[in-house]
């Protein structure tokens, strides 16, 4: 199953290293992609209402939060699509505030399958 | 030991907890940095601490600079989670307080370095402590009975008549010696002495309130300092201390050795304001008439007698073999 999950989601999600991370704990690993399943979701309505208001304080901080949850997952890609909203959160850059959302919900959305893929094998 | 993990991602904090779990620590995880600065304020609160720097209610540097004001007793050791690389914040996050810092995410290898480098720097603060203390303890106390010196309780008893004579109270000064201490130390031996003056330091302890004083104040002499004590209750106080002294023999190295004491009573009360040295003075003359008077008993100083009691104290010089 981690093969798979390597294998389908290698360019987005970097499994070999968060596993490390983690001591290969696969019972811990299913604990986190919990806690992220759960969490995510209302992390990123929080930043889609700060970017709607144009709240730029709030934007950096919901950014923030989410490319912490991304990096401890070793989301790469994503961390970096929320690394960028930060940036414009900081620098008061409202242009393409939308796009970069829009970019880190892209990114998102090709991790969550391999997690629910991830989630589903390790019940069976 | 107690390690605190402040961050309000919960993915983050259980990563962390994991890994300091897993390394032995005892972990607390707050979710906000209020939270956290109330766990580090505690005078038993952690002495470890993992804070991130973006949290609800008061960041990571502001908890830095909290913990830094308010906790005094004992060092904490803190480390900042950022994911702010730059200079200029690595040095913002310093300047806060904190001791040091670790980059998002965590590498667990580095985290756990750096952490048993915190846990170097709190054992060489607590040996630091303990040697302060330890000297302070000796710059205040008497080696061999444990009790104030000389210089500390005398100290404590301006500090007493001072309060007592603002409040318009009373206090108690006893000024003790070992009769016949130098005949132990001639019969027994100076080690059968020390013995002695140990057991009689340990039983004036024991026979006063927690609220008393008690010196060593030279040889075989201790000043008792008793607080709140009305010029009524003296001799009565007083007799209580004699006899519990008086009460046993005292177990040395060299066999059982009877010991007594005789005491010289002064309150505050009875004297108006004095200099210390002054009362100090007639409480001792009050100690040699109980040494005229056949020893093992106490003698209160009086106003109305005081010449007569220093005429008394001139008139036997040999009491100061006491």
Redesign the interface.
């Known amino acids: 199953m981690q093969n798979a999950v390597q294998n389908t989601a290698g360019h987005v999600f970097n499994f070999a290293e968060l596993l490390e991370?983690?001591?290969n704990?696969a019972e811990?690993l299913r604990?986190?992609l919990s806690?992220?399943k759960?969490?995510y979701p209302r992390r990123l309505h929080s930043l889609k209402e700060a970017i709607t208001g144009a709240e730029m304080k709030q934007v950096e901080?919901a950014s923030?939060?989410l490319?912490?949850?991304f990096?401890?997952?070793?989301m790469d890609r994503a961390a970096a699509a929320a690394?960028r909203l930060e940036q414009m959160g900081r620098n008061r850059v409202r242009v393409g505030l939308e796009d970069a959302l829009a970019l880190l919900e892209h990114e998102v959305a090709g991790v969550l399958p391999v997690l629910d893929a991830y989630l589903e094998g390790a019940r069976r | 030991m107690k390690i605190l993990i402040a961050d309000?991602?919960?993915?983050?904090r259980?990563?962390l907890e994991?890994i300091l779990q897993?390394s032995g620590y005892d972990v607390i995880a707050v979710e906000n940095g209020r939270q956290a600065a109330e766990q580090l304020c505690q005078p038993d609160g952690p002495r470890l601490a993992l804070l991130?720097w973006?949290m609800p209610e008061l960041d990571g540097p502001g908890v830095c600079r909290e913990v830094r004001r308010h906790r005094k007793l004992s060092y904490v050791h803190m480390i900042l989670l950022t994911?702010k690389e730059s200079k200029q914040h690595i040095v913002q996050g310093l300047q806060s307080g904190a001791d040091d810092y670790v980059v998002?995410?965590c590498?667990?290898q580095e985290l756990e370095a750096r952490l048993r480098t915190g846990l170097r720097i709190l054992e060489l603060e607590d040996q630091l402590v303990e040697a302060r203390e330890d000297m302070r303890f000796k710059a205040s106390h008497d080696p061999l009975t444990g009790l104030f010196n000389r210089g500390v309780i005398m100290d404590l008893l301006g500090r007493e008549l001072a309060r007592t004579h603002r409040e318009q109270g009373c206090t108690t000064m006893l000024l003790g010696d070992v009769d016949h201490f130098k005949k132990v130390n001639d019969a027994y031996g100076h080690a059968a002495g020390d013995d002695v003056l140990r057991e009689v330091a340990r039983r004036l302890l024991s026979s006063v309130r927690s609220y008393d004083f008690v010196g060593r104040f030279g040889g075989e002499e201790f000043l008792i300092v008793l607080n709140n004590c009305n010029a009524s209750f003296a001799f009565a106080r007083a007799e209580q201390i004699r006899k519990a002294v008086a009460n046993s023999p005292v177990q040395t190295s060299r066999g059982p050795v009877a010991v007594t004491m005789s005491f010289g009573v002064l309150s505050s009360a009875d004297w108006g304001v004095r200099p210390v040295e002054e009362l100090l003075h007639e409480t001792d003359l009050a100690l040699y008439a109980s040494k005229a008077a056949g020893r093992n008993c106490c003698r209160v100083a009086n106003p109305q007698e005081s010449g007569a009691a220093a005429e008394l104290s001139l008139q036997a010089p040999p009491s100061r073999t006491r």
Not at chain 1, 71 to 74: G, H, K
């Open positions: 991370r983690i001591d704990d811990f604990e986190l806690i992220f759960r969490d901080a923030h939060s490319k912490g949850m990096s401890n997952l070793a690394a | 309000d991602e919960a993915l983050s259980k990563l994991k897993r991130d973006m994911s998002k995410p590498d667990p």
